[in-house]
């Protein structure tokens, strides 16, 4: 601009035409942002402290050790929550890997061409279904073709299909922003595509993938309408996994996956260690005394108190994946729906573990975020 | 750094995978995973399969595990005439089309009814209306009540002038399909012009929040919400009859009463658990019935049931449809088909 221009404007200090309006729409923006925010941040604390006032008063140990019951004051969410956490660690194990692979594939590797665009529009789609049509999928293909029950596998499938295309996009996202230089510098030593990625891509566009990943996990804890189609049970009041100290249930012998023996007249000397029961083969039930020794046939099951290897032996995924299983929203929805007040107040305290844990995960996204990009250094 | 991050990484990942084949090889004790009886169906019947339940599992120390889902009674069925699950839940008899998906599966079930429910017909306390025919609650929720009949006063020239707001349970419901069946004649025939809720607790707070408000759910929801809400007492030609356990159990408070069941998989009543099970079931389904809100039969119906079950007595009482405003006689007189017929 030269000294003519300048001179040709006269003063640019007076003020211009038109800055009283610009004025007020700028103060106005900053009137109508605030209001804005407030709506936001208003709702959310309206809704926790209602929740707060509700169910606080119920949280308590017993709260998050009890197993839901129909008496209200006894009722827990014990195996809402293992459920929840089973569920999600399936999700992951499922989601994670697809996801990020996915992800880097298309925006390091795929050709840039119509196959490629087809795959992009249809993954963002994807994003936009509802969540129970996820359900309606799972129902007819996994429950039903693939036969693998009502169970947290099937669950654990269905919702890592529900957040494979938020992974994707956080991860191609995170790609994306790392510089073409650093790819190019590289290459240019003479790394391979992967070791380029492997070392220098990845590890920078850490961050980003962490927090698709975290977001799509809070996203999947929540889900209720896929998990109740697929036969996410309301009343489960056993645990897929064993605690030292359970009872647990040991069958004589060796039996096969019927629970047959295999040897059916064989019999063998067993020292009794509870007062309760022994199942026979044949169903019938024998009272039996802590202290005796009883000859049992082979394919009895006698009850016993789960040892720390027990337990640890229980939590192996083989074990869980094909249990049947509820999940915290599951169970918040069948309380909100009883007539008994005091059901409602579980639900809200319900409520409350299900926001802490969200809220704990997002912030373990934005701490790892925060850790990974420290460690950056162009 | 990163390169190390993910070393270790890698590392754990390894060590962890060893640590989990170590542990699944090492199962030398046979532990046993007890067997799970699985109930489905009505959300209605749900309490009352959860009291249940929960008094079994601790009678038998956890020998038995039982686990009760709500996919509503038509999803129940679904799953029931798949053989997916062990009992089904159900809070009207069992339609012909189900019956027919359950014998191509050469599915048979003994049908129990196990407790009675009265849907109750509620007002906002301040509403002077204490009681109502049966037409003229037709009057009001009939299809071609649909935008016309708005005021109290339309329905009965007796009644305030006071716009009505109504409030009722969405078509997914089983008390939507018997309510319509025994006021409209007509299953699922109503107006629309309502505000649904598939949770009745909501259906509670719209009727106390507005003094034009009906409604109407089972009496449960009424009983743990007396103080806020008004019953109104149902006229089937014999004068108004208030909902009540002894009214509902006499068969006065009529047609609103309504048997709610469950239908039990016969081949898995010969598994000595679900055997023991549902004699439990049936042995206290009446204390349960009263805790979660319901009316337990009389002792002489338990043990009738009692015997159907344990003779395995297959098929239905009902023939495919509703049985309106029946008694607890009546529902012990009927007969058992096992196809359905065809009328």
Not at chain 2, 162 to 171: E, K, Q
Not at chain 2, 173 to 196: H, I
Not at chain 2, 236 to 256: K, M
């Amino acid at each position: 601009m030269s000294a003519v221009d300048v001179a040709e404007r006269g003063d640019i200090t007076a003020h211009p035409p038109g800055l009283a309006t610009r004025r007020f729409k700028d103060a106005s923006f900053i009137v109508w942002g605030i209001v804005a925010t407030i709506i936001g941040l208003g709702t959310l604390v309206a809704l926790v402290s209602e929740l707060v006032h509700d169910g606080g008063h119920r949280l308590s140990m017993t709260f998050f050790m009890s197993f839901p019951s129909s008496d209200p004051e006894i009722a827990g969410i014990l195996s809402a929550w293992v459920g929840s956490i089973l569920v999600i660690a399936t999700t992951a194990a499922f989601a994670i890997p697809i996801g990020v692979l996915a992800g880097i594939y298309l925006e390091e590797y795929a050709p840039k061409n119509w196959m490629t665009s087809a795959i992009e529009i249809a993954v963002n789609n994807l994003a936009g279904v509802p969540s129970i049509i996820f359900g309606l999928l799972a129902v007819g293909l996994f429950v039903q073709v693939f036969d693998l029950g009502q169970s947290i596998l099937t669950a654990g499938i269905t919702l890592a299909l529900l957040i494979l295309p938020v992974v994707i996009v956080a991860t191609r996202e995170a790609v994306r922003s790392v510089p073409l230089e650093i790819r190019q510098a590289a290459l240019a030593v003479g790394a391979t595509k992967w070791q380029a990625t492997q070392h220098h891509v990845l590890p920078y566009a850490m961050p980003g993938v962490v927090t698709g990943v975290i977001i799509g996990i809070s996203r999947a804890i929540g889900e209720t309408a896929p998990l109740i189609l697929i036969g996410g049970l309301t009343f489960v009041a056993f645990l897929p996994i064993t605690r030292p100290g359970d009872a647990a249930f040991e069958v004589i012998g060796a039996v096969d996956e019927y629970g047959a023996p295999v040897t059916p007249d064989a019999t063998e000397r067993v020292l009794i260690d509870h007062d309760g029961v022994v199942v026979m083969p044949d169903f019938s039930e024998m009272p039996v005394q802590a202290g005796q020794t009883y000859d049992l046939p082979h394919g009895a099951t006698v009850q016993s108190v789960a040892t720390w290897s027990d337990a640890v032996q229980s939590w192996a995924p083989q074990n869980w994946l094909g249990s049947e299983f509820t999940v915290m929203p599951i169970q918040m929805f069948n309380w909100t729906s009883r007539p008994e007040a005091e059901f409602r107040e579980l639900a809200a305290a319900a409520g409350l573990v299900l926001l802490a844990i969200t809220l704990l995960m997002n912030g373990t996204a934005i701490w790892l975020r925060y850790r990974l990009r420290k460690q950056i250094r162009w | 750094m990163h390169t190390e991050f993910f070393k270790a990484l890698g590392k754990a990942a390894a060590v962890s995978a060893a640590a989990l084949a170590m542990v699944s090889g090492s199962a030398l004790a046979q532990t046993a995973q007890p067997f799970t009886i699985q109930i489905d169906g009505s959300s209605t019947v749900f309490p009352l399969s959860e009291a249940v339940a929960e008094g079994f599992q601790g009678q038998t120390q956890g020998r038995v595990r039982v686990t009760v889902g709500e996919s509503g009674t038509g999803g129940g069925f679904r799953k029931f005439c798949r053989g997916e699950i062990h009992i089904a839940g159900a809070s009207r008899p069992i339609r012909t089309s189900e019956m027919a998906s359950c014998a191509s599966a050469g599915i048979q079930y003994i049908e129990i009814p196990i407790a009675f429910d009265g849907l109750t017909v509620v007002v906002n306390p301040s509403n002077p209306i204490r009681s109502m025919t049966v037409a003229e609650l037709r009057s009001i929720w009939n299809p071609t009540a649909q935008g016309r009949v708005t005021n109290f006063n339309q329905v009965n020239s007796s009644f305030p002038n006071l716009p009505m707001t109504l409030y009722g349970p969405g078509s997914a419901s089983g008390t939507f399909d018997y309510f319509t069946e025994a006021v409209n004649g007509t299953a699922r025939a109503s107006r629309t012009d309502y505000t649904p809720s598939e949770d009745d607790n909501v259906i509670v707070q719209g009727v106390v929040g507005s003094p034009g408000g009906l409604g109407y759910f089972g009496l449960a929801y009424y009983e743990e919400n007396r103080s806020r809400l008004r019953a109104l007492s149902i006229d089937s030609g014999n004068g108004p009859v208030a909902p009540s356990h002894a009214s509902v159990l006499d068969g006065t408070y009529t047609p609103l009463s309504r048997p709610i069941f469950i239908y039990i998989n016969a081949a898995a009543m010969r598994r000595p658990q679900v055997n023991q099970f549902v004699q439990y079931y049936i042995n206290n389904a009446g204390a349960s019935a009263e805790r979660v809100g319901y009316i337990g039969l009389p002792a002489s119906a338990y043990a009738t049931y009692l015997q159907r079950a344990q003779r395995r007595t297959v098929g239905t009482a009902f023939g495919g449809r509703q049985a309106i405003g029946i008694t607890v006689e009546q529902l012990l007189a009927r007969r058992l088909v096992q196809t359905p017929t065809s009328d």
